[in-house]
């Protein structure tokens, strides 16, 4: 939650696209195939073993993308954006509009197919920001970059 200054109002805010729980969800299938093809196999306790194994590693890896997924959001106010990041280890990323000297999306392959990317914002002396997986970046970055007009007029 963005608490704003007086004379400040926010204009929008962003969260984390749902798509990043695709990846965690490697392992745990992995581990389905690997046990049913280890019941069908009357000696496969190596796959059992191997199958745990990935469920586990999904397990902690789901709980990672979780965390950062219920954690993560950005706010843009007439004055600045505001991102926080981590539970355990806060981080809040704060950036004047009139210190921002470039906005860059990237964005991977599903995040070109699920419309999701990471906002690259660099600011006054080169320092560069990056909040990753936003939903809709592309409409973020136009929200700054009129924000951005607005205030310089």
Known sequence: MTNTNPGERLIGKARQHWAVFITPT?????????????????????????????????????AKVSVKFFT????????????????????????????????TV???????????GSVVIVGAGG????????KKPEIIRKAIYKQLQETRS
Request: hydrophobic share 55%; proline share 3%; aromatic share 12%.
């Open 26 to 62: 490697v392992p745990f299938l992995f581990s389905v195939l690997t046990i049913f093809y280890a019941f069908r196999l009357d000696q496969g306790f190596l796959l059992l073993f191997l199958s745990a194994a990935f469920f586990l590693m999904g397990v902690l890896e789901l």
């Open 72 to 103: 993560t959001d950005l706010a843009l106010t007439n004055r600045r954006i505001v991102a926080h990041t981590g539970l355990l280890k806060r981080i809040q990323i704060e950036i004047l509009l009139n210190q921002i000297e470039s906005i």
């Open 127 to 134: 320092t560069r920001q990056s909040i990753p997986s936003l």
């Open 106 to 116: 990237s964005q991977p392959l599903l995040g070109r197919v699920f419309d999701y």
